[in-house]
């Protein structure tokens, strides 16, 4: 059982930046890891993902060139830099990992997910 917590959400203006950690137990360096989103009424969506060694991943459009994950495995911990937040940010940001090191936009590629952090980005 992978046990992931998250943490850095928070309430920021528009413009301002987070920055989201995951730390996990058991073997990170070899999981695929990912976050993912749900806003209010919405259903949960792909953000970004990145491969076990950093060298593979894939963002949403709608984050793209605002977003940065990244990962250390001496650390068992990933990150989500997120800058110039909109509202439509606004979500609960949960962190998931595959303990096969599959990444892909899917949310059933992943067995493990963290509680979910609030991101509130006001306007």
């Known amino acids: 059982q992978v046990q992931l917590v998250e943490s850095g959400g928070g309430l920021v203006q528009a413009g301002g930046s987070l920055n989201l950690s995951c730390t996990a137990s058991?073997?990170?360096?070899?999981?695929?890891t990912a976050w993912f989103r749900q806003g209010p009424g919405k259903e949960r969506e792909f953000v970004a993902c990145l491969s076990r060694n950093g060298d593979r991943w894939l963002y949403a459009d709608s984050v793209k060139g605002r977003f940065t994950m990244s990962r250390d495995n001496a650390k068992n911990t990933m990150y989500l830099q997120m800058n110039s937040l909109k509202p439509e940010d606004t979500a609960i940001y949960y962190c998931?990992?595959?303990?096969?090191?599959?990444?892909?936009?899917?949310?059933?590629?992943?067995?493990?997910w963290g509680q979910g952090t609030q991101v509130t980005v006001s306007s």
């Open positions: 058991g073997r990170f360096s070899n999981y695929g």
């Open positions: 998931a990992v595959d303990p096969e090191g599959w990444i892909t936009m899917r949310a059933n590629t992943y067995d493990y």
